[in-house]
């Protein structure tokens, strides 16, 4: 299996960002990290390995990029106007360095999305703010509204509430999304919700699923047994949905 390591000093980070990628052609993977992960966890959770036979084949190319969750989301001292700032920051990274990188790398026009945890947020959102860039998005144990409170899932936005924050949680703007040009492109989009029925995030998946339907974006909600919110359930479900 094809295994490369690159890394850059980002522009509009301001710092160096770290990938790995796997494979060497067929449809381009954007992998987005679990809540404060790192590009190499997926690799070492054994996720990758889960995929070997896809990406030996050429089916899939997977870019594993690095998080920058502890500066925005889940950094201390700082005003969740900032958190969320930071966080735009990340996305004009992934759109304006990763993107451009990965269409001269990989030719195929077929791009997915997708991450679990908090990446499975990060798949999903880019890919209903930013309609056309991506073909379809999986999201593993995801959650969907970062600023509300469920069970231990703190309100990471600490009660503040702005613009920048409405449009950037999927579950406050899709609906209200009445443009019908993105919801013409976001219905060509395929979203992939999977999730177990034990986590606690169960009832924000399927928030988001119905929504997305009202919509009329297709999408299919997959429910597992137990939680499932960990490597070794997500080891499985990329097997099955990527």
Known sequence: MNREYTRWYSPVLQKNMEMLIFGHSGASVLFFPARMGRFYDYE????????RHKIENGYIQVYCVDSCDTESFYSSGFHPSVKILRHIQYEQYILEEVMPYIDVKNPDS??????????????????????????KVVGMSGRYDLATKIGHYEDLLEGYW???????????????????????????????LTVGKDDILLDNNYTLSNLLTEKGINNSLYIWDSEAHQARSWRQMVVNYL
């Open 44 to 51: 070492n959770w054994r996720v990758i390995e889960s995929l």
């Open 110 to 135: 077929f791009k997915i999305a997708a991450g679990c945890s908090l990446g499975a947020y990060h798949a999903v959102n880019i890919s209903l703010r930013h309609p056309g860039i991506f073909s």
């Open 162 to 192: 702005d613009e920048n924050i409405y449009f950037n949680m999927p579950l406050q703007y899709i609906p209200n999304l009445t443009d019908e040009h993105k919801l013409e492109v976001l219905r060509r989009l395929y979203i992939v």
